[in-house]
């Protein structure tokens, strides 16, 4: 998956020589910047969990997991709050969240955690995030921004709710068809995966299109 060219040379612009940008705070360590570096750290101990057998080291993965997606949250809320919005946020915000989903899909799928059917959403998922960021890239070196919608959102919780489910799987409660109710979700997000991208598809041919012409 990548990101735009042009987001990592902004970013690095504003950092003065000592990795600081020119306004003199840093932004490696703001708190929002933190929390967003956090969620790439957690991956390592995220696939780590995969490796120890028993119900213990999948709900301490579901943990790992819904806190990173609590951090989602509070980098952007911190952010705003304190007026703290950086290049280098913006640049590294995307890429902490398209590798930790990432990371979790293809740990399920690799070790056998998802049906066989449930593969072809995560499939969806993750060619979706490499057309959206290949896109983001292509219309990034033209000056155009591409927003995120509200379809984006609701396909972001949806995937938020499946993953930690699925992490924990068989070793939820009898009482609770985790697993189950992990798959459909996913299949949830992968329709609004798809709703949404072709929506950006369509609006980036358009700039596409009007560039040719």
């Not at 056998?112 to 959206?132: D, F, M, T």
Request: charged share 15%; hydrophobic share 55%; aromatic share 8%.
């Amino acid at each position: 998956m990548t990101t735009s060219i042009r987001g990592t040379k902004l970013a690095l612009a504003e950092l003065a020589p000592g990795g600081r940008p020119r306004n003199g705070t840093s932004q490696v360590t703001s708190l929002p910047n933190l929390l967003t570096l956090s969620r790439i750290l957690v991956i390592p101990l995220l696939v780590a969990t995969f490796f120890v057998a028993g119900p213990a080291a999948r709900w301490f993965a579901c943990l790992l997991f819904v806190a990173a997606a609590i951090t989602d949250f509070l980098d952007g809320y911190f952010a705003r709050r304190d007026n703290s919005v950086s290049s280098l946020g913006r640049f590294l915000d995307p890429i902490a969240d398209k590798l930790l989903v990432a990371a979790a899909l293809l740990m399920l799928t690799a070790f056998g955690r998802l049906s066989e059917w449930s593969v072809l959403p995560a499939l969806v998922i993750l060619l979706r995030e490499i057309l959206v960021s290949g896109l983001r890239e292509y219309l990034a070196e033209l000056r155009i921004g591409m927003p995120v919608n509200r379809l984006a959102k609701w396909k972001t919780a949806a995937q938020m709710a499946a993953l930690p489910t699925l992490l924990v799987g068989s070793a939820a409660p009898g009482w609770l068809p985790a697993q189950d109710i992990g798959e459909v979700l996913l299949w949830i997000a992968a329709a609004l995966t798809l709703a949404t991208g072709w929506d950006y598809l369509r609006a980036g041919l358009k700039h596409i299109n009007g560039q040719a012409t």
